[in-house]
């Protein structure tokens, strides 16, 4: 919190129905086809003629998020953000989330506050409800698990498993930059802790910075896709890297790819802030998590109404081989994809 001579509310003095009641009391829904949100055993929806997505998050302060250097607002708004990620994924279109909080008596109120502060930001941005949730205590961190509702017309959600041989691949935005973004952020922290009279050095580094802390979904690209008239053959969001995320494509679809190194978008910030620490770019693009933008693929006959989409970037196309996922550097050179993007299990 960013005033120190604020009075700070124990989340004790509320009381559960006391600290949801604050949490909640402004939430405006937006959607009419919502007839009971906060307040009651269950929300209500009505029904629409389209198909339902349902999406879940699991967010736990230590693994996910290290409060030092992510702020609650920030922290909120991506919590939001990853799971309407995952709705666009399946080219579909976000509506209502549940968000469920546990969190020890180190938190008071006015931290909830500046964390629901976010997650109302991303409502708003997005044009989503929150329609419900939990409270509850933990001992020691922070907790944070967010449901995502949404919907897409039969016949339009796309799946991971369905990509064909001779499909172009094709990826939204740029790769790499919220990794860049976090180990800066690690780097600063750590000099921090080790030496407090030391400031952060983090000016001029707004972009991967950004990537990482108030990452958003790929919505104008869903967007722009109905638009064009394309579906894609199959689609899966980048949290874990464009290695993992290729491979569940080619995986589940029963195919192989080729991927051109010198497609992949990287970010002139990102090539820099890889260059400081000494990692090839390429690394941190193919291996780096949370970009949070869509790979998809598309058949050959939408190229002409993809390539100039200035959003998109093709990348490589999928081949019948089974099993072989390559990068390709420059002619002749093969080099194997394997899926090694961040996974919370193999974590320390
Ligand atoms: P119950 O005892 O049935 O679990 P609660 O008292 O936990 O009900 O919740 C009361 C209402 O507040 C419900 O509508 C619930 O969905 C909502 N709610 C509880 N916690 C949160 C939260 N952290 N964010 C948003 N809504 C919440
Ligand atoms: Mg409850």
């Given at each position: 919190?960013?005033?120190?001579?604020?009075?700070?509310?124990?989340?004790?003095?509320?009381?559960?129905?006391?600290?949801?009641?604050?949490?909640?009391?402004?939430?405006?829904?937006?959607?009419?086809?919502?007839?009971?949100?906060?307040?009651?055993?269950?929300?209500?929806?009505?029904?629409?003629?389209?198909?339902?997505?349902?999406?879940?998050?699991?967010?736990?302060?230590?693994?996910?998020?290290?409060?030092?250097?992510?702020?609650?607002?920030?922290?909120?708004?991506?919590?939001?953000?990853?799971?309407?990620?995952?709705?666009?994924?399946?080219?579909?279109?976000?509506?209502?989330?549940?968000?469920?909080?546990?969190?020890?008596?180190?938190?008071?109120?006015?931290?909830?506050?500046?964390?629901?502060?976010?997650?109302?930001?991303?409502?708003?941005?997005?044009?989503?409800?929150?329609?419900?949730?939990?409270?509850?205590?933990?001992?020691?961190?922070?907790?944070?698990?967010?449901?995502?509702?949404?919907?897409?017309?039969?016949?339009?959600?796309?799946?991971?498993?369905?990509?064909?041989?001779?499909?172009?691949?094709?990826?939204?935005?740029?790769?790499?930059a919220a990794?860049m973004g976090?180990?800066?952020?690690?780097?600063?922290?750590?000099?921090?802790?080790?030496?407090?009279?030391?400031?952060?050095?983090?000016?001029?580094?707004?972009y991967i910075l950004r990537r990482q802390l108030k990452p958003?979904?790929?919505?104008?690209?869903?967007?722009?896709?109905?638009?064009?008239?394309?579906?894609?053959?199959?689609?899966?969001?980048?949290?874990?890297?464009?290695?993992?995320?290729?491979?569940?494509?080619?995986?589940?679809?029963?195919?192989?790819?080729?991927?051109?190194?010198?497609?992949?978008?990287?970010?002139?910030?990102?090539?820099?802030?890889?260059?400081?620490?000494?990692?090839?770019?390429?690394?941190?693009?193919?291996?780096?998590?949370e970009d949070?933008?869509?790979?998809?693929?598309?058949?050959?006959?939408?190229?002409?109404?993809?390539?100039?989409?200035?959003?998109?970037?093709?990348?490589?196309?999928?081949?019948?081989?089974?099993?072989?996922?390559?990068?390709?550097?420059?002619?002749?050179?093969?080099?194997?994809?394997?899926?090694?993007?961040?996974?919370?299990?193999?974590?320390?």
């Open positions: 919190m960013s005033e120190k001579n604020i009075t700070l509310t124990n989340l004790s003095e509320l009381g559960e129905f006391g600290v949801i009641e604050t949490l909640t009391r402004n939430n405006i829904v937006k959607h009419n086809s919502v007839i009971r949100a906060i307040g009651d055993d269950a929300a209500i929806i009505k029904p629409s003629l389209n198909n339902t997505l349902i999406t879940t998050d699991l967010l736990i302060e230590g693994i996910h998020f290290n409060l030092a250097y992510c702020p609650l607002k920030h922290l909120g708004y991506k919590a939001v953000v990853v799971n309407l990620s995952d709705i666009y994924a399946m080219n579909g279109t976000p509506k209502y989330i549940t968000c469920s909080i546990a969190c020890s008596n180190r938190f008071p109120l006015e931290a909830l506050q500046e964390l629901y502060e976010g997650i109302y930001a991303a409502c708003q941005n997005y044009n989503i409800d929150l329609i419900g949730g939990d409270t509850s205590s933990s001992l020691t961190g922070l907790c944070i698990s967010i449901t995502a509702i949404g919907e897409a017309q039969e016949g339009k959600a796309v799946c991971r498993n369905t990509a064909k041989p001779n499909d172009l691949i094709c990826v939204t935005g740029d790769l790499g990794y976090l180990q800066l952020l690690e780097r600063e922290n750590t000099i921090f802790r080790s030496n407090p009279q030391i400031q952060p050095e983090l000016t001029g580094h707004d958003e979904a790929r919505k104008d690209v869903i967007e722009i896709l109905d638009k064009i008239g394309v579906i894609p053959t199959a689609m899966i969001d980048i949290s874990d890297g464009l290695s993992s995320e290729i491979t569940h494509i080619c995986k589940q679809s029963k195919v192989g790819c080729e991927i051109y190194e010198e497609r992949i978008p990287i970010a002139q910030e990102t090539e820099k802030m890889a260059q400081e620490f000494n990692l090839p770019e390429i690394i941190t693009a193919m291996n780096g998590g949070y933008e869509l790979l998809f693929t598309i058949q050959l006959k939408d190229y002409e109404k993809i390539k100039e989409i200035q959003q998109i970037t093709i990348i490589g196309k999928i081949t019948d081989a089974e099993n072989d996922l390559f990068l390709v550097a420059g002619e002749e050179n093969y080099i194997p994809i394997v899926a090694q993007g961040w996974n919370a299990m193999n974590k320390e």
